[in-house]
């Protein structure tokens, strides 16, 4: 069973930029696939972005392509989030999750973090 715990949210203006983090525990972090998941108010959760075991595959969505980069330390057990240039759309509860397997995915994740909000203002 792997524990995730996501930190690094909070209110920035639009065009800042912040840095999610997502300390892992109880399993061995550099075998999972990992993912950034978001869900805005009154929206489905939307996949984010998503990299593979040990960093050498990833995935966003076109959203956020060329603004946010997923990157991930396995001597840490923490998995990041960079976010650039940030829009007020932008605003959600951020999750990060952790799938079984060797093959990264856009929706099919095995443990979940409990979520930091991101606020983006105008």
């Known amino acids: 069973q792997v524990q995730l715990v996501e930190s690094g949210g909070g209110l920035v203006q639009a065009g800042d930029s912040l840095r999610l983090s997502c300390a892992a525990s109880?399993?061995?972090?550099?075998?999972?696939?990992m993912g950034w998941f978001r869900q805005a108010p009154g929206k489905e959760r939307e996949f984010v972005a998503t990299?593979?075991?040990?960093?050498?595959?990833?995935m966003y969505a076109n959203s956020v392509k060329g603004r946010f980069t997923i990157s991930r330390d396995n001597a840490k057990n923490t998995l990041y989030l960079q976010m650039n240039s940030l829009k007020p759309e932008d605003t959600a509860v951020y999750y990060c999750?952790?799938?079984?397997?060797?093959?990264?995915?856009?929706?099919?994740?095995?443990?979940w973090g409990q979520g930091t909000q991101v606020t983006v203002s105008s």
């Open positions: 999750a952790a799938r079984r397997g060797s093959i990264v995915s856009t929706v099919s994740y095995d443990f």
């Open positions: 109880g399993g061995t972090f550099s075998a999972y696939p």
């Open positions: 990299i593979s075991a040990i960093g050498e595959t990833r």
